[in-house]
């Protein structure tokens, strides 16, 4: 029993959390570093396309090297960098400076309808990242969790759609910075109160699973975990 005891600790204690599953809290600042440089440097330039283009496309790259010597995931990497090349050439394509920020907007447009038919099917794709992450099923099999995490799914597809509302008009109305600082914003930020807020919605669901006697996931305290 006491062998037991210690491979449980064990298995609960080197579980990541939902943040690494993203990428982590410093993959998700990363992110937002490309576009940056992308305004800062259209803008400082006199508003030159090429040379912006450019130094977005050197700063993924130098984050990806960088993020590569940390060791994080390879996955993270690579989407990492595809997303700001494709941003790059879309950009580049049309001539357009605010085209940068289009692909971002599709990917949300994207993920809302996804995360929502999720829910739909009752297949809610935070059970999905989560029981990815923590190798477990209990969200599945267990319908006061199965419920809980769909709950928790809504606050995800909200903050897509939060982001296309106002990232949108700004992309229509060619307001190149507004949309890096609206970039920067809902980003990051947005994601910690968002895990933050799921968290509560399933902390309900994991506390009654305890008292009935039924041993948590370990993701029991994943969603939290150096959210703040």
């Known amino acids: 029993m006491a062998d037991e005891s210690q491979v449980q600790v064990t298995e609960v204690t080197d579980e990541p959390s939902l943040m690494d599953a993203l990428g982590g809290r410093r993959g998700l600042l990363d992110s937002a570093l490309p576009a940056l440089t992308f305004v800062i440097t259209y803008v400082s330039t006199g508003q030159r396309l090429p040379p912006a283009l450019f130094a977005a496309l050197v700063v993924g790259a130098v984050v990806a090297g960088l993020r590569l010597l940390r060791r994080d995931s390879l996955r993270h990497v690579l989407a990492g960098f595809a997303g700001v090349a494709l941003s790059v050439v879309v950009a580049r394509t049309t001539g357009r400076p605010v085209d940068y920020f289009l692909p971002s907007l599709l990917a949300n447009a994207g993920a809302a309808v996804a995360w929502a038919v999720s829910i739909w099917v009752r297949r809610p794709l935070l059970g999905v990242v989560v029981g990815a992450v923590t190798r477990s099923k209990a969200w599945r099999t267990d319908p006061v969790l199965l419920r809980a ?27 190149l910075v507004a949309l890096g600082v609206a970039k ?42 150096r959210a703040t």
């Open 149 to 175: 995490y769909q709950r928790a799914s809504w606050i995800w597809t909200a903050s897509f759609v939060v982001r296309l509302v106002v990232m949108t008009p700004l992309w229509l109305g060619g307001q």
């Open 184 to 225: 920067v914003a809902l980003g990051w930020p947005m994601v910690l109160v968002v895990i933050w807020l799921s968290w509560q919605v399933l902390q309900p669901a994991y506390a009654a699973r305890r008292s009935g006697g039924e041993p948590s996931p370990p993701v029991a305290g994943a969603l939290t975990e």
